[in-house]
């Protein structure tokens, strides 16, 4: 599979993802015209487009999806709950199991914890290669352990560094809110949770949504970097996802 996170932050959320016999996107948080032009960078036509795959419906991960499915007509995947809160698009097929496919692509869902109306995250695979995608959630229930271990790639959220967010202006009520169940994972709920994950087959770790207020890329990247070594683990490759930029492309 091929796997670019186009952007990635508390301003707009899309990732790129193609094997060999599909092409989708997780979530549309950036314009129209950005998701096209980076789509376009890497040599993809958003009209071939095989889905969209939501989240959930924060605006930070559907900004762009009105006018996207108006100019290109994709199918959305999306719950029936989430469906309430996007019943503007007219090409849409409900998640309403553990699995879906799409074309080759078997996905399994996970539900995550966030003050959404409905959430998930996914695990994407095909015959060679596997990619975890979590973020927006409080935290990651125990009994999806077994099936987020030892993929090869993981796109993780490290939203904030909790000593920046107790210090930064935020008031105490959304601090509270970030911080709960239903709230982001920490740089230290995130090393905490990857550091058991890790396996044999991972090869890449991208940190995702980082608060552009209350984090840090070294800091993130660092705090990842010293669990691994505590806990006696390794990756080859980790990437820290910047706002409005996109990732290199990654083959697995």
Same mark, same amino acid.
Request: aromatic residues 8%; proline residues 1%; hydrophobic residues 30%.
């Given at each position: 599979? /091929?796997?670019?996170?186009?952007?990635?932050?508390?301003?707009?959320?899309?990732?790129?993802?193609?094997?060999?016999?599909?092409?989708?996107? @997780?979530?549309?948080?950036?314009?129209? =015209?950005?998701?096209?032009?980076? $789509?376009?960078?890497?040599?993809? +036509?958003?009209?071939?487009?095989?889905?969209?795959? &939501?989240?959930?419906?924060?605006? !930070?991960?559907?900004? *762009? #999806?009105?006018?996207?499915?108006? =100019?290109?007509?994709?199918?959305?995947?999306?719950?029936?709950?989430?469906?309430? !809160? %996007?019943?503007?698009?007219?090409?849409?097929?409900?998640? +309403? *199991?553990?699995?879906?496919? &799409?074309?080759?692509?078997? @996905?399994?869902?996970?539900?995550?914890?966030? +003050?959404?109306? !409905?959430?998930?995250?996914?695990?994407?695979?095909?015959?060679?290669?596997? @990619?975890?995608?979590?973020? !927006?959630?409080?935290?990651?229930?125990?009994?999806?352990?077994?099936?987020?271990?030892?993929?090869?790639?993981?796109?993780?959220?490290?939203?904030?560094?909790?000593?920046?967010?107790?210090? *930064?202006?935020?008031?105490?009520? %959304?601090?509270?809110? @970030?911080?709960?169940?239903?709230?982001?994972?920490?740089?230290?709920?995130?090393?905490?949770?990857?550091?058991?994950?890790?396996?044999?087959?991972?090869?890449?770790?991208? #940190?995702?949504? $980082?608060?552009?207020?209350?984090?840090?890329?070294?800091?993130?990247? +660092?705090?990842? %970097?010293?669990? $691994?070594?505590?806990?006696? /683990?390794?990756?080859?490759? &980790?990437?820290?996802?910047?706002?409005?930029?996109?990732?290199? $492309? %990654?083959?697995?």
């Amino acid at each position: 599979m /091929k796997v670019v996170v186009l952007s990635s932050g508390s301003k707009g959320n899309t990732t790129y993802i193609e094997s060999e016999q599909a092409k989708i996107l @997780i979530d549309a948080g950036n314009c129209c =015209k950005y998701i096209n032009q980076k $789509l376009s960078n890497i040599g993809v +036509d958003a009209n071939l487009l095989d889905g969209i795959l &939501i989240t959930h419906t924060h605006s !930070d991960h559907i900004n *762009g #999806l009105k006018v996207f499915c108006k =100019k290109f007509n994709p199918k959305i995947y999306c719950t029936k709950t989430m469906y309430e !809160d %996007i019943d503007y698009i007219d090409n849409y097929e409900f998640i +309403d *199991g553990d699995v879906i496919e &799409i074309n080759d692509l078997k @996905i399994n869902v996970i539900k995550t914890s966030h +003050d959404a109306s !409905d959430s998930n995250g996914y695990i994407i695979s095909d015959c060679h290669s596997s @990619i975890v995608y979590v973020t !927006d959630t409080g935290y990651i229930n125990r009994k999806y352990f077994d099936i987020l271990s030892n993929r090869d790639l993981y796109i993780m959220e490290s939203n904030h560094d909790i000593e920046m967010l107790n210090n *930064g202006s935020y008031p105490y009520e %959304i601090r509270k809110r @970030i911080y709960g169940d239903k709230g982001h994972l920490s740089n230290v709920d995130s090393s905490k949770y990857l550091s058991q994950f890790i396996g044999n087959n991972t090869k890449y770790v991208m #940190l995702a949504h $980082l608060s552009e207020e209350n984090n840090d890329p070294k800091i993130a990247y +660092d705090t990842l %970097i010293n669990k $691994l070594k505590e806990t006696n /683990k390794s990756v080859d490759h &980790i990437i820290v996802c910047k706002q409005n930029q996109e990732t290199e $492309l %990654i083959t697995l």
